[in-house]
């Protein structure tokens, strides 16, 4: 999973979705009008803008907590130390473009009659956040770690509303997706998620210590604030990741519209065709996004037929 240290670009972020909200440069004096603690961590940089040091992980929660506040209305946002620390912008750009996906045939859909499943969502919660925010669309995290989802629920419990429309459930199949976490008889219009690309804590370290390198920083003492755990790495990385719940995906494929997930790098995609094609999927799609110089993407898949999605659309 990515990290604020790779995210972040002050200037006109014209490659971000049209409704992105953050297309244009932070207004950190707006920022810290709705969040006064922000002001603690913004100064002048070498460039002699207003900024913060987004290498400093307490500076970059506060401008993620005043994010949330000014735009999204979330007026009470925390993570424990450690914990991934979402760039807001890309965040966003996945829930527009998967709201595209929805519409590609119509309007765009909102509504909580949109109901969307959230693979690992993390003590962030920050995909349900912005989507039901933007589209109030229904959601359900799920997430293998309990901290993590008791993180996610107080933040859920402190916002007036959410806990009705997000529903968070514990994963007890550590090596499973959708089983263990999705109902006999539930029906979601799309699932998404942000899979740990990472195959080992090794892995996971060395990546870190390339971004503080990037940045220019000393060598940190530990893993950075951009993840913990299961959030970074898993055995065989993102490509086994992704199989398994393409394999699971074909055993509720009647459950479920648009299948989804982030691929973090473009070399991986012929494998993950491979595994869709065995699969049987009957429909595929790669969606390219980009955040300043960072190029990403995620792949959907359908196992419905083109009758039973318009039958599934007239039936939202």
Excluded at 44 to 67: E, G, T
Excluded at 232 to 246: D, H, K, N, P
Aim: proline residues 5%; aromatic residues 10%.
């Amino acid at each position: 999973m990515s990290n604020h240290l790779d995210s972040i670009n002050t200037e006109e972020k014209t490659k971000l979705h049209p409704r992105n909200k953050h297309r244009s440069r932070y207004d950190f004096k707006q920022l810290m009008l709705t969040s006064p603690l922000l002001s603690t961590y913004v100064h002048l940089n070498a460039y002699n803008d207003i900024s913060i040091d987004f290498a400093n992980p307490q500076a970059v929660k506060s401008l993620n907590r005043a994010l949330l506040k000014l735009f999204y209305n979330i007026a009470d946002w925390d993570i424990p130390p450690q914990y991934l620390c979402p760039p807001i912008p890309g965040r966003a750009d996945y829930i527009h473009y998967l709201a595209d996906l929805l519409a590609s045939t119509g309007n765009l859909p909102t509504g909580n009659h949109i109901r969307v499943l959230d693979i690992g969502t993390g003590a962030n919660v920050i995909y349900p956040l912005i989507g039901n925010r933007e589209y109030s669309w229904q959601f359900v995290g799920s997430d293998v770690d309990a901290t993590a989802l008791k993180n996610a629920q107080a933040i859920l419990n402190a916002n007036t509303g959410l806990s009705t429309e997000i529903e968070l459930r514990l994963q007890n199949l550590p090596n499973a997706t959708f089983r263990g976490v999705v109902k006999t008889g539930e029906h979601f219009d799309l699932t998404m998620c942000n899979p740990p690309f990472h195959a080992s804590l090794a892995d996971a370290n060395a990546g870190t210590q390339r971004k503080w390198q990037n940045l220019s920083k000393a060598k940190p003492s530990k893993l950075n604030f951009g993840g913990h755990g299961t959030e970074l790495y898993c055995e065989g990385g993102e490509v086994a990741f992704i199989s398994r719940m393409i394999a699971e995906s074909f055993y509720i494929s009647s459950q479920c519209y648009w299948f989804t997930t982030l691929v973090s790098k473009a070399s991986n995609l012929p494998q993950i065709y491979k595994v869709l094609k065995k699969a049987g999927a009957v429909q595929v799609k790669t969606i390219n996004m980009a955040q300043g110089q960072k190029q990403s993407r995620f792949v959907a898949w359908t196992f419905l037929t083109t009758g039973q999605q318009n039958d599934w659309l007239k039936k939202q």
